[in-house]
């Protein structure tokens, strides 16, 4: 689940809160819902939905479910898959993308022919969205935008769109976003 998923999951609580009669103070509910949802948020809303209904229907305590309860409802294949509108990354996208964030999306520089050519081949790779369409990681098991590591005139582009910000930004943002020993605008080439 995501942040955004918090209303359909008050419902999903509040269906339980009333069948199984969860009691204690508005803030006691209300402590309880955030640690439910905290412990189901990596699986997908939708899960998480049919599980409630399914302990509504099977449940057999007549106390209020524990985390664990709920959990064993959702099927094993919904903690890993995405919800049925997002397309799943594959293993080799889903592990290029945290190798990626692992550097904060800035790879070794490359020598192939595309980025020698575009004069960048000093220049580390960048990784960066190929689309705004979310798509689903299997293995974080969460919404996340697709990517890709650019090379030659894409990278020549990316880098002088950012000498282009950094010139642009005034000095207070530039100071707090690099140190002097890296300088953005140290020797970033021009557009390709």
């Not at 955004?4 to 103070?25: H, I, Y």
């Amino acid at each position: 689940m995501v942040e955004s998923d918090v209303v359909r999951f008050a419902e999903a609580f509040n269906l339980l809160a009333t069948t199984f009669k969860l009691w204690g103070t508005a803030r006691d509910k209300e402590q309880t819902r955030h640690a439910y949802f905290k412990a189901l948020k990596p699986y997908p809303i939708e899960a998480v939905e049919r599980a409630a209904q399914q302990l509504v229907a099977s449940h057999p305590a007549q106390k209020f479910p524990l985390p664990v309860d709920w959990l064993a409802k959702i099927p094993r294949e919904l903690g890993v898959h995405a919800p049925s509108t997002l397309r799943i990354l594959t293993d080799r996208e889903a592990h290029e993308q945290r190798e990626a964030f692992a550097v904060r999306c800035e790879g070794d520089p490359c020598s192939c022919r595309a980025c020698t050519e575009a004069a960048v081949s000093t220049y580390p790779l960048r990784y960066v969205p190929e689309s705004d369409v979310p798509v689903w990681d299997p293995f974080r098991r969460e919404r996340t935008l697709p990517g890709h590591w650019i090379h030659g005139a894409a990278l020549a582009r990316w880098y002088a769109a950012r000498n282009e910000f950094f010139q642009k930004a005034p000095p207070s943002i530039r100071s707090t976003v690099v140190d002097a020993d890296d300088d953005p605008l140290r020797g970033a080439p021009d557009a390709a």
